[in-house]
Nanobody, 124 residues
Framework: QLQASGGGLVQAGDSLKLSCVASDSTFSAHAVGWFRQALGKEREFVARLRWSGRGNYYAESVKGRFTTSRDYPENTVYLQMSSLKPEDTAVYFC???????????????????WGQGTQVTVSS
């Protein structure tokens, strides 16, 4: 129900745009989040977008470099990544939270639908 794409191999300083396409039912969600998992590390929060449009939130490590946005008619959420660093190398996942949470949708447990992930590799 979620399909992430757009990953690839880029050099440090380059930009890349990830896409997350979802079925209608998945995108009647409260939030869509992006997470990443580097080799040998735990999955971590990157960014999230509230479907209501009430503001986005970013991890400190990507703030100012990454931007998440949506294309509502196309049921697509994007993660625009700029000034990429080697430490951004990871598998990136998009996820949808269809259940209401009193939290800020920064935790994996708040999301109930996950895409398959797309690899982003940044060379130095």
């Amino acid at each position: 129900q979620l399909q992430a794409s757009g990953g690839g191999l880029v050099q440090a300083g380059d930009s890349l745009k990830l896409s997350c396409v979802a079925s209608d039912s998945t995108f009647s969600a409260h939030a869509v989040g992006w997470f990443r998992q580097a080799l040998g590390k735990e999955r971590e929060f990157v960014a999230r977008l509230r479907w209501s449009g009430r503001g986005n939130y970013y991890a400190e490590s990507v703030k100012g470099r990454f931007t998440t946005s949506r294309d509502y008619p196309e049921n697509t959420v994007y993660l625009q990544m700029s000034s990429l660093k080697p430490e951004d190398t990871a598998v990136y996942f998009c996820a949808a939270a269809t259940k209401y949470s009193t939290g800020s949708y920064k935790l994996q447990e708040e999301y109930d639908y996950w895409g398959q992930g797309t690899q982003v590799t940044v060379s130095s």
